[in-house]
Nanobody, 123 residues
Framework: QLQFVESGGGLVQPGGSLRLSCVNS????????VGWFRHAPGKEREGVSCIGNNNNTNYAHSVKGRFTISRDSVKNAVYLQMDSLKPEDTAVYYC?????????????????WGQGTQVTVSS
């Protein structure tokens, strides 16, 4: 059973950091791909990063080198460490669970979606 919740969003100044968490209270996430997506007002939803069930990782070009996705099988969680945040990173961030993490971080590969957590980068 997949019952996961995102947390960790908030307001941060440009250059700051946040860590988003996606924690599942049901079955283990290790057999699934887990992705992070974001949706900003007036923009299309964007795939940010994903981690496969073999722990391969992929990132959008816009966040590569600044964001790091990781998995903690003991806590049944996936994290998105976001460093060097920019105002353009402002969005609602969603955790999603699916079967495959492709290089394109495609939403079509994810079947289950969380409620989202707001990230605002502003001075």
């Amino acid at each position: 059973q997949l019952q996961f919740v995102e947390s960790g969003g908030g307001l941060v100044q440009p250059g700051g950091s946040l860590r988003l968490s996606c924690v599942n209270s049901g079955e283990t996430l290790v057999y699934y791909a887990v992705g992070w997506f974001r949706h900003a007002p007036g923009k299309e939803r964007e795939g940010v990063s994903c981690i496969g069930n073999n722990n391969n990782t992929n990132y959008a070009h816009s966040v590569k080198g600044r964001f790091t996705i990781s998995r903690d099988s003991v806590k049944n969680a996936v994290y998105l460490q976001m460093d060097s945040l920019k105002p353009e990173d402002t969005a609602v961030y969603y955790c999603a669970v699916g079967t495959y993490c492709s290089q394109y971080v495609s939403a079509g590969e994810f079947d289950y979606w969380g409620q989202g957590t707001q990230v605002t980068v502003s001075s």
